[in-house]
Structures are given as structure tokens and as C-alpha cells.
């Protein structure tokens, strides 16, 4: 079982950039599915962006597309998401996820280990 740890959230103004960080532990995350999802509140969880096991080009929801960035450094165990050019839309709170499927899904219910989420605020 892997356990993720979020970090790097802040407040941040509009046009400005951050990126997050989820330290993994117990397994290494090159055997898990990776991606970000993100709560704004009143909302539902939702996918942001995320890489298949052995994937090496990383797929986005069309709301983050040329702006995001997602890396995954197996050796360190670390997984990031890179954002710019933020949006006050983009305020939420983002969570790390790992899946034990091969592929990149995009549903909460295929994600089977999760982070504490770090929270972002995007200011106008």
C-alpha cells in the first residue's frame, strides 16, 4: 500500500505559478497510475491531470490544457504538477492519487489510494 503525502499549496495571485508536490511511501509509484484531481468547493472531486504506469506523455482535462504540467520522478518517488498562468477557477483543493489499473482513468472510484490534498487559492 502506498501512502501520499500533498505539499506546495499556497495562495497565489492570478497569472502566477506553483507547483505541487505528492511524496509517495511503502511503494514506489512507478508501479501505480498517477494523476491529480482537485475539489472546489460546492463541487465535485474532478480530474486534472495524470500518467498511465508506464505511460511517459501525460494526459490533462481540457480546463488545464497548456497550462499544466505533470512529472513523475521515480527514483526520489515524488510525483508533481506544475501549474501556470492560474486562474481564480483553479482555487481548490488538489489531491494526489495512485491507481492499481494500468491505465490513466479519470473517475474518483478508479483511484484506490489518495492524499490529504493541499489546498490552493487563486486570487483576481
Known amino acids: 500500500q502506498v501512502l501520499l503525502t500533498e505539499s506546495g499549496g499556497r495562495l497565489v495571485q492570478a497569472g502566477g505559478s506553483l507547483r505541487l508536490a505528492c511524496a509517495a511511501s511503502?511503494?514506489?509509484?512507478?508501479?501505480?497510475?498517477m494523476a491529480w484531481f482537485r475539489r472546489a468547493s460546492g463541487k465535485e472531486r474532478e480530474f486534472v491531470g495524470g500518467i498511465s504506469r508506464s505511460g511517459t506523455v501525460p494526459q490533462f482535462a481540457d480546463s488545464v490544457k497548456g497550462r499544466l504540467t505533470i512529472s513523475r520522478d521515480s527514483a526520489r518517488n515524488m510525483f508533481y504538477l506544475q501549474m501556470n498562468d492560474l486562474k481564480p477557477e483553479d482555487t481548490a483543493v488538489y489531491y494526489c492519487a495512485a491507481s492499481d489499473y494500468p491505465y490513466l482513468g479519470m473517475l474518483t472510484r478508479e483511484y484506490h489510494y489518495w492524499g490529504q490534498g493541499t489546498p490552493v487559492t487563486v486570487t483576481s
Open positions: 511503502g511503494q514506489t509509484i512507478s508501479t501505480y497510475s
